[in-house]
């Protein structure tokens, strides 16, 4: 029942604070900063052509912030990293598939391992993973690494590098 009450809340986020009891959250701030970013992303001279945008994730959780990624544009595609302890994730992953078709990609297992696997480009990198020391420095040496391979790959590039977020709540 505790999945069923995050899948409310992800379904409902346009009504404040949304929260599962275990952990992870977001406001509508930070749900609106999310989609105008997404948005200005979209729209800026640096965009892929198509208009598609790579969104890497670390830390979905309940997915409080795929959502708004997912509901900016229809080729916005996520890669959510998670450890997978909650039973909130797999409840979430499984709506987000019925309302977003084709467009997330769930990765379950220590960001520390999963990430250095990594090989696809991501054009926008959102931390919220592990909030200690160690983890967050590990996922951010690895964002580095994935946005050198796939937009410096001759150590010069005419597009803007990706972005990084970073959503501690």
């Known amino acids: 029942q505790g999945g ?3 899948l409310v ?3 409902d986020a346009g009504r404040g604070i949304i929260s599962s009891r275990s952990q992870g959250c977001t406001s509508l701030a930070q749900f609106d900063f999310l989609i105008n970013t997404t948005r200005r992303l979209l729209s800026s001279p640096g965009a892929r052509q198509g208009g598609t945008l790579e969104v890497c994730e670390v830390g ?3 997915g ?3 959502v708004p990624f997912l509901l900016t544009h229809p080729t916005c595609r996520v890669v959510s990293f998670d450890i997978g302890e909650h039973a909130a994730s797999f409840v979430a992953k499984s709506w987000i598939d019925r309302e977003f078709p084709d467009r997330h990609q769930f990765v ?8 250095v696997a990594w090989q696809d480009r991501c054009d926008l990198f959102f931390i919220d993973g592990g909030h200690e020391y160690s983890l967050v420095n590990s996922d951010m040496k690895q964002m580095y690494r ?4 796939h937009y410096r790959p001759n150590g010069l590039t005419a597009e803007p590098g990706p972005y990084v977020i970073f959503g501690m709540c």
């Open 108 to 115: 379950i297992g220590d960001s520390r391992i999963s990430l």
């Open 64 to 66: 409080y912030s795929s």
């Open 60 to 62: 979905f959780n309940a």
């Open 146 to 149: 994935i946005a050198n391979d």
């Open 9 to 11: 809340a992800v379904a």
């Open 4 to 6: 069923d009450a995050a």
